[in-house]
């Protein structure tokens, strides 16, 4: 029986919700301070045009606005030293870092990779549920609906089928990829896009400029106005 009924119905508005394992119920009931957190988190965001216009660079200005609304929370990027003992052997076998991590829950942002990144992701929630680490896996990516979107302001082909999008994630769910973890998926469909206008994307390029300390490039920020999110 599915569990999705606990997503409120706004969330349901702008993002296409999914679930793999009762993960809502989980969450609810075991994780309620944590569920709260991601409902307050989805609820104040909106994909700004200007964000997609100026682009990003090895981590998209989209996935850090919403790693930063987290972080503001008392969630946190973890990294895991974990291994393996047989007799008297032991390898090292550490986990890929959580972008955010609160409680027994683990956030994942997916805004413009490669699609592998699905698998690592789900793997990482495999094995960190089977120690025990975390109860739930929460993914966050974009709807394909967003396409006409992107086309429309030219950036069409910086989106490509074969990045981290919601119908490329399902598949690699329903496959096993994460294992007996509870998993949740939440996709940024068109209703939560925001048109800011010409006054929002210079807002945006002033704030990047200000963010350039002495000595340090912006390229070491991670921003880039000609590249999109590989």
């Known amino acids: 029986m599915s569990t999705l009924h606990l997503?409120?119905?706004d969330i349901h508005d702008r993002f296409r919700v999914k679930e793999w394992r009762n993960a809502t119920g989980v969450l609810t009931t075991a994780c309620p301070d944590e569920w709260?957190?991601?409902?307050?988190?989805l609820r104040g965001f909106r994909l700004l045009k200007s964000e997609i216009v100026v682009g990003g660079g090895n981590r998209s200005l989209v996935s850090k606005r919403i790693d930063t609304a987290f972080y503001a929370k008392g969630w946190e990027e973890k990294g895991f030293a974990t291994s393996i003992i047989v007799d008297d052997r032991r390898v090292e076998s550490p986990t890929h870092a959580?972008?955010?991590l609160k409680g027994?829950?683990?956030?994942?942002m997916e805004w413009n990779n490669k699609d592998p990144f699905f698998d690592r992701d789900l793997n990482n929630f495999r094995l960190l549920f089977d120690l025990r680490a975390i109860q739930v896996g929460v993914i966050i990516t974009r709807s394909w609906e967003l396409q006409e979107i992107f086309k429309s302001l030219g950036k069409g082909a910086s989106y490509g089928k074969a990045t981290t999008h919601?119908?490329?994630l399902w598949p690699k769910i329903e496959g096993g990829g994460g294992g007996g973890c509870p998993v949740l998926t939440f996709?940024?469909?068109p209703a939560a896009y925001e048109d800011d206008g010409t006054?929002?994307?210079e807002a945006l390029k002033a704030r990047l400029a200000a963010e350039k300390a002495p000595g340090r490039a912006l390229q070491s920020l991670g921003f880039n106005f000609d590249e999109e999110d590989a």
């Open 7 to 9: 997503v409120p119905p």
């Open 199 to 201: 006054a929002g994307l």
């Open 36 to 41: 709260r957190d991601i409902l307050d988190v």
């Open 187 to 189: 996709a940024i469909r």
């Open 104 to 108: 027994g829950v683990a956030v994942e």
């Open 98 to 100: 959580v972008d955010c």
């Open 166 to 168: 919601h119908e490329r």
